[in-house]
């Protein structure tokens, strides 16, 4: 091992340690620093468009590797891997997705489409065996190659899979050569959804599934959660190890939407389970808190503790200390705002604004509350570096 590698091996032991500590509700030597998702801004940082970066995930990888090198201060990679292939999605001919560069601009995100894929009648035959359904009704629906007549179809799903064990395969290497060449880890480990917002994103769509709520027996929501469950599990497991510092990925949909009751009824039993169920088995998790769960809140001080980071999009962090900061690493939540307009002088402030309100004691990540876009300012954000290594401080 030469000079450099034992440098960089030295750097990616810092910065492990630093989000593990903070993760476990200790303190490491200063705040961690992780932007959220920023793989819809690595591009265009770089000079390049989401569309070339869709296209050629070997330009977003240069692109994260640039930025490594200009903003050292941060202590992972979120998921670099978040701009989903192209090619992937048009070889399976899905619907589901609006693709930059070829459905809508060059710089725009891939936009999701709220597509309702399930008929209430169908809760029935969900239930029965989940993967069968899927396999047989949801996907040819979902993708518009795999509903054309055999061997089209077994063609096109061939060539997607193709494609997606590519994809993964390069951006696994790639978090390896990280590693080695830059001591910078990638955080999420995997990807999993709870069974309900599976439910709400890729089955019933949001508008279908409120009312489902509404108007069917409870026990049929009920019953297609618990049987999503076991596959919400493996899908967070599968090509994956268990450990605290690659914690699995879990965004949080549905819950903003309903009441406190409905939570506790429909969202919360499965939820808990799948947390439960993974920190069992080892793994740490962040789940990321969409819109505002100040209403649920209290619900997250039953999670396991010192294996769960929560990033908060909207929420009073000062409140989220003083209710769960002794369960939870709490992560969060920079307004998107200041980091594409905001000024030195108010980046700064409100920087040491979230690290007085959160990061007494440990347990607190620095991030920002929205998914990085293109029209981040790379300016804006030096400030805020700077800021945290100023403030973040044990």
Known sequence: MDMTENKNQILYEERVNRIVKAMQLQEPDRVPLIPPEEGYWAGPYAGHSV???????????????????????????????????????EFAGITQFTLAGKDGADQKMHQWNQVSCMSEDEYGELIADPYKFMLEKILPRRCRELAKP?????????KAFQEYLGWLGYWGAKGAEWKDKFGMPVLAGGFTETPIDFLMDH???????????????????????????????????TGTQPNLSTPIFI???????????????????????????????GYGVIIYC???????????????????????????????????????????????????????????????????????????????????????????????CDAVVKYGQY
Request: glycine content about 6%; aromatic content about 16%.
């Open 290 to 384: 969409e819109s505002n769960w100040t209403p649920h809140l209290h619900y997250l001080k039953e999670l396991p503790k010192g294996k769960v980071i929560v990033e908060f999009e909207t929420m009073d962090m000062k409140e989220a200390k003083k209710e769960i900061g002794d369960t939870v690493c709490l992560m969060g939540n920079l307004p998107y705002e200041l980091l594409v307009y905001g000024t030195k002088e108010k980046i700064e402030d409100y920087t040491k604004k979230l690290i007085d309100e959160a990061a007494p004691g440990g347990g607190f990540i620095m991030s920002a509350d929205k998914i990085f876009g293109e029209n981040v300012n790379p300016k804006c954000v030096r400030y805020w």
């Open 203 to 237: 089955l019933r769509g949001f508008k279908e599934l409120s009312m489902d709520l509404l108007k069917l027996p409870k026990e049929t929501v009920k019953q297609a959660c618990e049987a999503l469950l076991p596959y919400m599990i493996k899908w967070a497991t």
């Open 150 to 158: 055999y061997p089209t179809n077994a063609m096109a799903f061939g």
């Open 251 to 281: 965004p949080l949909h549905f819950a903003p939407f309903i009441s406190p009751k409905y939570f506790k009824e429909f969202y919360w039993p499965t939820f808990k389970k799948l947390i439960d169920t993974l920190t069992d088995l």
């Open 51 to 89: 569309a070339d970066v869709t296209y050629d995930y070997s330009l977003l990888a240069k692109a994260w590797e640039k930025i490594f090198v200009d903003f050292p201060e941060w202590d992972a990679a979120y998921a670099p891997y978040c701009v989903w292939s192209g090619p992937m999605f």
